[in-house]
């Protein structure tokens, strides 16, 4: 009776003619399951979005805790109301037994969520700023505008290095109807690169050249030298003026604005892969990697770990920046569409902590939903990528028109307004100025 009360409320209050009380239970517990059931399925799309809200994220909490104790207490009533005699001592041991169990098996999922909701809260509330530069509309949350484009930063601040270089640099223009992307990747050694009007500009009419050794001039060092010069980026505090700088930067390199950054340092890249379980690609060739030639990862299908996805990443050994990018791109294409829901959720709690350590951002939290439901698109759209690369560019005198010209023609081909056109692979004679299309076997 106490295992039927604990499936469905009310069974042991019946058996004891306790009528009106078992009926009620039972009503209960058919209106709390067919409240469960519509959330699943009816909203199901937005469970997601929801849970990069720490207020629902609350709600969430109070609720699961409520229908747990509330459900462990209908246990412990049925099993007072039926349990043996006393002098059924064997009979008593079991069945205490049972309902201690069968009220651990309530109450540890219980905790389990609560944990999750709890450190899902703490990355939304540590990660995201509370502040937005505009009003965040939920039936628009993008303000109206086809695209939405991302900066994605991966920084190296190794030992023996004076502040942190952003050595990958990839901007991600997202449709918003279809969440087809194309990646736009600018090479870390681009030179004479022209600063935002203002104090930048000012200070480097006729481009970036850097300050002293440590910074002979390359794109890859406005972050830092944002952050080390006050004067460049005026009312910025700490922290924010590196990116204010190199976001408005890449910004008037492509034409196009870059509405929000993401930044992810290399150590932190890979305890998130770790965390994840690793991630699967195809290498086409031996990489070699390690400053003294210490370690290969072999050519075929392979699962990497953290380190080895690193160096997949990082490794110029035998090969240059220009084929370091490419990787860099089917890694980044390779663990979004690896990070399923479930890898996630059984990974979450050191996913969380990496996370937390390895990634910096100013994508507002109020339009976290919206973002959640635009990831769910580019998972399954089309990624694309576009690099600026020799020989289309050259990066010691970098030909700016011409950039923002293929810009906005990859952008142009790829308009959700435009009908869809068949995807193509990369060949041997292929320019390399064309988009092409990514998978995760990429090498």
Not at 30 to 40: N, Q, S, W, Y
Not at 83 to 92: I, K, L, N
Not at 254 to 259: A, M
Request: charged fraction near 20%; proline fraction near 6%.
């Amino acid at each position: 009776m106490t295992l039927c009360s604990a499936l469905l409320w009310g069974v042991a209050h019946l058996a004891a003619e306790r009528r009106k009380t078992g009926l009620a239970l039972m009503a209960a517990y058919v209106l709390m399951l067919a409240g469960v059931l519509t959330v699943f399925t009816a909203f199901s799309a937005n469970l997601l979005s929801l849970a990069v809200q720490p207020r629902w994220l609350i709600v969430l909490t109070v609720a699961l805790v409520v229908i747990a104790l509330i459900w462990t207490a209908v246990i412990v009533w049925s099993f007072v109301l039926v349990r043996p005699d006393r002098s059924d001592a064997v009979g008593r041991f079991l069945t205490t037994t049972l309902t201690v169990a069968l009220c651990a098996l309530v109450l540890a999922p219980t905790a389990y969520a609560t944990r999750l909701a709890y450190l899902s809260r703490d990355v939304v509330n540590s990660l995201f700023t509370t502040t937005s530069n505009s009003p965040v509309v939920a039936d628009d949350p993008f303000n109206g505008a086809d695209r939405v484009n991302f900066l994605l930063l991966g920084a190296d601040a190794a030992p023996g290095r004076p502040g942190v270089r952003t050595d990958s640099m990839t901007v991600a223009s997202v449709d918003t109807a279809t969440g087809a992307t194309t990646l736009f990747g600018l090479p870390r050694n681009l030179q004479q690169v022209e600063l935002p009007e203002g104090p930048a500009r000012d200070r480097f009419p006729y481009g970036f050249t850097g300050s002293g050794p440590d910074t002979p001039g390359l794109l890859n060092e406005v972050f830092q030298f944002a952050e080390d010069n006050p004067d460049m980026v005026p009312g910025v505090p700490r922290g924010k003026r590196g990116p204010a700088l190199l976001k408005q930067t890449i910004s008037d390199i492509l034409g196009i604005d870059v509405d929000y950054y993401a930044m992810v340092d290399m150590k932190g890249f890979a305890e998130i892969v770790d965390a994840m379980g690793g991630v699967r690609v195809t290498i086409k060739e031996p990489i070699v990697y390690g400053r003294y030639r210490e370690g290969l990862l072999a050519a075929g299908t392979r699962k990497l770990s953290g380190q080895e996805a690193l160096w997949y990443g990082r490794s110029r050994t035998d090969s240059d920046d220009y084929v370091r990018m490419g990787r860099q791109k089917c890694l980044l294409n390779a663990v979004a569409k690896q990070a399923d829901p479930m890898t996630v959720l059984n990974s979450f709690e050191r996913l969380a902590a990496a996370t937390k350590r390895a990634i910096s951002t100013d994508i507002p939290q109020n339009l976290l939903p919206a973002i959640v439901d635009l990831s769910q698109k580019v998972k399954d759209a089309k990624i694309r990528s576009l690099s600026f690369v020799p020989p289309l560019i050259t990066t010691a005198d970098p030909d700016w028109y011409l950039i923002r010209h293929k810009v906005a023609q990859a952008l142009d081909e790829h308009s959700s307004t435009k009908p869809a056109t068949a995807s193509h692979t990369p060949s041997a004679t292929q320019s390399p100025d064309d988009p092409i299309n990514l998978d995760a076997t990429c090498g």
